[in-house]
């Protein structure tokens, strides 16, 4: 008797406690056969890690190169307050780890052969935050940041361009941004366009003034306006491949929040869950690999 | 008797249907969902079925989901029928999508078509002129049908692109901005030149088939949308989908809600 309740006792522990557990942890209904793959994923991800370590100290760079990579990747660096917040830090300590990330992963990205980047780093709806200091904050460290990063580029050889309205930024980072294009405009094959005080929808505004004014001008015709001839006005005009191929918008929210909206027609969106300034190497690589499975047709068939 | 079962099962499934539906009102719903209606070839490849069939499988799961939503009380929806990228496909296919557009513009004239069930409004946005002359004239008839209705609104995105639909729009506001100062035109003045300016911008955009990308819809309406790509294809799409976006809309809703105050 004592012993058939002992059995019984013990199969609760050991088994159904920890597969409620895991079923609730995964989201998954409770079931032989969630479990099993469960413990068939736990163990192949063991393996799997292994493997990347590997990769990643040998041939990372050519591996890449073979598949088809993109050639300019866009990325919208979200998450920042909140890896802050996970970890009882204040606002600009997230903002700091998430720049430093910016320097980390645009090394790799150039590394491993991508020709343009581009960074989501201050919106014109940024302007609104509540915190006066957040955005006073982040002009400082946008400063900061082009002072200390300057040889490192033109070390590198990476062409900088800020896209955006100047008319709200500080005269002190208006001078630096210029200083900083200046010096770097003559490098080609790798180039990292910062978006400051960008918005998808104030670059076609741009682009349709501009054009109003030619057409009053009479320099072209109203009539001849098509899609590339605003290509050539958008502020992506700077760079060779205007439209990005992928674009990664961190810590899980699907929205493009009014990034490249013209620019972002055919672009593969991934979303992963991580937080910007989590956002590292290995990421790097599974948003690479996921966008070497995607089957690009652009409206026609395979 | 098999009938009888049938409009049965129909019954209880509508019952079920509005508890669910009521349920779901209790928390903030969209006003306009937009789809991609993308994976009607992969499911008539999948089925072993002939080409078209996965496009009429794919009209069918559409009806379905308009159904669902109008029931629900979403005012707008939207759907990329199809793209001036489309126009690049094989002759044949693009002939037969357009002559089953015909019959199927065609259907929604009748008195018993979901138009008249739900009182809907039907738009075509798109380059209409790139259609043939019947599927226009057809197009046109239930637009000027439909104008009357006003209880929701349904879009149907044909002979379309964004870049399109934004060129037409920059070449608009250049003509109206002519002899007035140029300086002065703002997105305002692009916004009203869109052929979408008749429904506010989606608050949900579901693309089927699990593809993550715009493929150049709603480009300039979609800068603050939700998306939403579930693996299902297109005539796979059921209530289970489109339960799934809006409670995912729901979640993020507040958040959003503070950040438009703060603008």
Redo the contacts between chains.
Sequence with gaps: MVSLFSVVLTFIGIILIPGLLISRRLSVPFSIRNILRFIKLAAASQNDDEEERNEKRGTMGEKEKRGGLPKHVAIILDGNRRWSQKRGLGTSDGHKAGARRVMENAKDCFAMGINTVSLFAFSTENWARPEVDEVNGLMSLFEENFRSELPFFQRDKIKISVIGNRTKIPQSLLGLIRETEEATKSYEGKHLILAIDYSGKFDILQACKSLAEKAKNGVIQVEDIDESVIDKELMTKCSDFPNPDLLIRTSGEQRISNFFLWQSAYTELYFPNVLWPDFGEAEYLQALTWYQQRQRRFGRRV | MGGGIRQLLEQVHRLSRRCLFRVLSMGPLPTHLAFIMDGN?RYAKKRGLEDGSGHKAGFSALMSMLQYCYELGIKYVTVYAF????F???PE?VQSLMDLMLEKIKSLLDKESIVHEYGIRVYFIGNLGLLNDQVRAAAEEVMKATAKNSRVVLLVCVAY????E??QA??R???E??DRD??R???VD?EENMQMSVAPEPDILIRSSG??????FL??Q???????SPDALWPEIGLRHLVWAILNFQR?HSYLEK?KK??
């Design positions: 070839r793209s001036i990228d489309n690049r496909r094989k296919e692109n964004s870049t399109d934004i060129v920059v070449k506001s250049c003509v901005k002519a140029v300086e035109i703002q997105l692009i593809e993550t990308r715009l493929s150049n480009l300039w979609t800068g603050n949308s939700q998306l939403f993020s950040k703060q603008l």
